[in-house]
C-alpha cells in the first residue's frame, strides 16, 4: 500500500474516532442534563398543579424555588379572571399563601430596590418565599470587593419593599 493511501486511512480512521468520541460526550452531556434538571421540573410541576387547585391560576409566567429556613415553590400567574396572583406553596403543601400581584413588589421592582440602595452590585438571581409567615422577595447579588466576588442576600417584603435582612460578603 504506497504511503499517500496509509495517510489518507489514517486520517479517515481518526476522524471516525474524534467523531465517535464527540457523539458519545454530546449524548452523555445530554443525559446528565436531564436528570440533574428533573427535580426542578418535578417541583414545578407539582406547584403549577396546586395552584391550579387552590387559586385557579390558569397562565403560568414564573417559577421560583425559595430556601431559607424552609423550602418554598411560588407559581406567578393569571387565574381565570386574568388577576395576577403569587401563589407560595411551602415544601411540605400545607398552608397555600396565594397573594395579588398588585399589592406587593414585582419582580423587577424588587431588584430595582436592591440596586438602588446597594450601588455597583450585579443581581444574579430572585425569588419568592416566605420568613415569619410573611411573602419577601430574596434577591441575591454580586458585587466586587478586593478584586473579588462576593454574594450578597437581601430580603424584601414583598408589599413595601422594606429590607428585612441582608447578608454581605459571603
Known sequence: MPDNEKRETYKVTALFVISMV???IIFFSIIFYIRASRPMRQAKQEAVEIAEKYANIDTVDDFY????EKTY?????KDESGRDLAVIIPKAGNKVTVEQQDDGLSEQE???T???NHKNETVEK???GMVDNKPVWEIVTTGDNDDAKDSNYYLLQ???GKEVKALRDI
Open 22 to 24: 464527540l457523539l458519545f
Open 65 to 68: 424555588w425559595f430556601t431559607r
Open 73 to 77: 415553590f411560588t407559581v406567578m400567574g
Open 110 to 112: 424588587a431588584k430595582q
Open 114 to 116: 436592591v440596586l438602588q
Open 126 to 128: 430572585a425569588s419568592l
Open 158 to 160: 414583598f408589599e413595601d
